[in-house]
């Protein structure tokens, strides 16, 4: 089961990937929760989103790189596998690292900020 603490900072970093937003105090507030293993898994993890996030919105380069992936589920099944902690959120949240806003998006903020999408 995934750590509470880490599936929230996990959960802004990816919002703030997909959304193009920049961290906000949401965002500092959650890693100052972390102890010291937890951002070590943090900053790990983030750098794998960040890679994920930019095969699927980089530009392709014809006969080199074509990037016909939409989404984290199929980056994990067709390009590199992915960790479970990001799938995870992928599934719950249905987080695509593409810039669009889902249902499953506005529910899993509420649920684990406490606020309105």
Same mark, same amino acid.
């Not at 802004?12 to 990937?17: D, M």
């Not at 102890?35 to 095969?55: A, P």
């Given at each position: ?14 919002? +703030? !990937?997909?959304? #193009?937003?920049?961290? +906000?105090? /949401? ?6 929760? @972390?102890? *010291? ?16 996030? $930019? ?15 939409? &989404?984290? *589920? *199929? ?7 992915? &960790? ?5 959120? #992928? *599934?719950? $949240?249905?987080? $695509? @690292?593409?810039?669009?806003? &889902?249902?499953?998006? !506005?529910? #899993?903020? !509420? !649920?684990? $900020?406490?606020? /309105?999408?």
């Amino acid at each position: 089961m995934l750590n509470k603490k880490l599936e929230r900072i996990l959960f802004y970093e990816i919002r +703030n !990937k997909q959304l #193009a937003q920049l961290p +906000n105090s /949401d965002f500092f507030e959650a890693f100052k929760e @972390l102890d *010291e293993d937890l951002k070590e898994r943090y900053y790990l993890l983030s750098k794998e989103i960040h890679q994920i996030w $930019t095969y699927i919105n980089g530009p392709a380069i014809k006969n080199i790189f074509d990037n016909k992936i939409n &989404s984290i *589920e *199929e980056y994990h099944q067709k390009i590199c596998p992915v &960790s479970e902690e990001i799938l995870h959120l #992928a *599934e719950w $949240t249905n987080f $695509t @690292l593409e810039k669009e806003i &889902s249902q499953e998006f !506005k529910e #899993a903020f !509420k !649920k684990i $900020t406490g606020q /309105d999408y």
